[in-house]
């Protein structure tokens, strides 16, 4: 499963949270650039600046893995 994270209601968006069950949750570019969790590697929680906002990765050890959008994306993501 993927999410694209782009188009006018995202955009309009102030935040948006996407979670899953699994360690590594990838965010990559929409020609293949991984930002985070890609390449085999696993990303040490922490923040990130992406595509013009911040976004907060979040792996807690008793519950699912989080990334957090802070602001409106300058280029499409992909999540998956």
Same mark, same amino acid.
């Given at each position: ?8 209601? #995202?955009?309009? +968006? ?6 899953? *069950?699994?360690?590594?949750? %990838?965010?990559?570019? &929409? ?16 923040? #990130?600046?992406? +595509? ?6 979040? *792996?807690?050890?008793?519950? %699912?893995?989080?990334? &957090? ?12």
């Amino acid at each position: 499963m993927s999410w694209n994270l782009s188009g006018p209601a #995202f955009r309009s +968006a102030p935040r948006r949270n996407v979670s899953a *069950r699994d360690a590594g949750l %990838p965010l990559k570019s &929409e020609g293949d650039d991984y930002y985070i969790n890609g390449a085999w590697t696993i990303d040490w929680p922490r923040r #990130f600046d992406i +595509a013009g906002t911040t976004f907060h990765y979040r *792996r807690p050890s008793d519950g %699912p893995e989080t990334l &957090e959008a802070l602001g409106a994306t300058t280029e499409i993501l992909v999540v998956m």
